[in-house]
């Protein structure tokens, strides 16, 4: 394991791939915020840990066949089926939780990663609004063909989700890129503005 | 962008893993610099200008 501050120095421990791993995490809140890299090498990658991207893959997984277990439970027994519901998303949250520690390079971080997350970022951020646009215009387009009010009324219901997931994803984008601009094009030393 | 990595780690008998060491990033990242997938940020490539006691332009050149 090799712990980095701003000057580069390291500190190279003999310890096992286990007590490494503790000493990262129980290292972890003394550098939040000190502008400090924290780097673990892919040595300690074994015995029962996981990557990144696996648990990523499993949680959404877990996500997923938890809620068509939900949807369906719900379907078929309504309301009495609240207790299995609450079961269910306490033992994905569980799960999930402690997959989450085992991950081995979850503080590996380099300007590589941080690329590589930017790019899976954008890029799920572009299909994520291409389906939920998608989902609105057909929604929408339901909507318009139903042949009755109450038919009309449920797709509407449907579709409002829809709707306001989009508006606040591009509420959230928009924010985050006025913060970004200014942050990294401030114009206040522009001296060819005047 | 082209470098010459892999030749001032041969010179300087490093691995990898000590380049990465030494610069502060994953092997994965010295890998893909060398494999010219990945041009690192400036920062990065004075880094290994350092390490090596080379100019910058000694190790990474500009093939656009």
Not at chain 2, 18 to 30: K, P, S
Request: a negative charge; proline letters at 2%.
């Amino acid at each position: 394991m090799l712990l980095m501050n701003d000057n580069y120095s390291s500190i190279q421990t003999g310890k096992s791939a286990d007590e490494q791993t503790q000493m990262l995490f129980d290292n972890t809140n003394t550098f939040n915020g000190c502008g400090i890299r924290i780097i673990i090498h892919s040595e300690l990658q074994g015995g029962d840990n996981m990557k990144k991207n696996n648990y990523y893959i499993i949680a959404s997984l877990i996500i997923l066949i938890a809620a068509i277990i939900i949807y369906g439970a719900v379907s078929v027994w309504g309301p009495s089926a609240m207790p299995l519901v609450a079961a269910l998303v306490i033992i994905s949250a569980i799960t999930i939780y402690v997959l989450r520690n085992r991950i081995d390079d979850a503080l590996v971080t380099d300007e590589l990663i941080s690329r590589i997350n930017e790019m899976a970022a954008t890029r799920s951020l572009q299909i994520t609004w291409l389906l939920l646009f998608a989902s609105v215009i057909a929604n929408l387009s339901l909507i318009l063909i139903a042949d009755n009010d109450l038919l009309r009324t449920r797709m509407l219901y449907l579709a409002m989700p829809f709707v306001i997931n989009l508006a606040i994803m591009l509420l959230i984008y928009a924010i985050f890129r006025i913060y970004y601009t200014k942050m990294y094009t401030g114009s206040e030393d522009d001296e060819e503005s005047d | 962008m082209k470098n010459q990595i892999k030749v001032f780690r041969a010179k300087f008998d490093l691995t990898q893993w000590d380049l990465a060491d030494d610069v502060g990033v994953t092997r994965q990242t010295i890998i893909a610099i060398e494999k010219n997938k990945y041009a690192p940020s400036l920062e990065l490539a004075f880094r290994i200008a350092r390490r090596f006691d080379a100019k910058i332009e000694d190790i990474f050149q500009y093939d656009g």
